[in-house]
């Protein structure tokens, strides 16, 4: 099993849709949780951070956790074209809180 | 969140030679991180660089093949070895910090996108 998993995708929306990003880990002392996102050819830059169960808001963003199913996920709404993008979902191990392991990445495609 | 640059930003490099990769952070920061991401994969942690003390390797990664060096708190590289085609990647710093903080959050260099030949 993957220390984190998403599905691949891709996922395809259309402009103005919410699009649901999924996310499962392994470690059930994670503490720390992450979602990036990376559009092609740059590096990942940090959307949010979760860390308490429940949602967190940020702008169009939405980070879901729930520690009890070892399930985060991330709802964008109103989306739009500049949201095309691979999204990286991280989780820290419990052990070890600097140590971020990530999963492969939805990719995300927004249609006008 | 501090203010991260890798040099070179790519480089085109023959077989068996070596290439080194610097990443310089504007403030000081707790820990510093070397990542690879191959094409169309996920990041994989190479190696965790310690300040003043030999850097951390995953599994699967070796100090004779990247060696590290992070020499103060602001700055750290990475070599590439012996380089062979296996090793096309982009190489990616990321940091933790600054120091008078509490975070776990990492962020990310620009990458440097390494093509060997």
């Known amino acids: 099993q993957k220390e984190v998993e998403q599905n691949s995708g891709p996922l395809s929306v259309p402009e103005g849709a919410i699009a649901s990003l999924n996310c499962t880990y392994s470690?059930?002392?994670?503490?720390?949780f992450f979602w990036y996102r990376q559009y092609s050819g740059k590096s990942p830059e940090l959307i949010m951070s979760?860390?308490?169960?429940g949602d967190k808001e940020d702008g169009r963003f939405t980070a879901q956790l729930n520690k009890a199913s070892q399930y985060v996920s991330l709802l964008i709404r109103d989306s739009q074209p500049s949201d095309s993008a691979t999204y990286l979902c991280?989780?820290?191990?419990?052990?070890?809180?600097?140590?971020?392991?990530f999963g492969a990445g939805t990719r995300l495609t927004v249609k006008p | 969140s501090a203010v991260i640059s890798q040099k070179p930003s790519r480089d085109i490099c023959q077989r068996g030679t070596s290439l080194t990769i610097q990443c310089q952070v504007d403030s000081q920061v707790t820990m510093m991180f070397w990542y690879r991401q191959q094409p169309g994969q996920s990041l994989t942690l190479i190696a965790t660089a310690n300040q003043g003390s030999e850097a951390t390797y995953e599994s699967g990664f070796v100090i004779d093949k990247f060696p590290i060096s992070r020499p103060n708190l602001t700055f750290s590289t990475l070599t590439v070895s012996n380089m062979s085609p296996e090793d096309s990647s982009i190489y990616l710093c990321s940091v933790e910090g600054p120091v008078e903080s509490s975070t776990d959050t990492q962020y990310f260099g620009p990458g440097t996108r390494l093509t060997v030949l």
């Open positions: 470690d059930r002392g994670s503490q720390s």
């Open positions: 979760i860390y308490s169960n």
């Open positions: 991280a989780v820290n191990r419990s052990w070890n809180n600097n140590d971020m392991r």
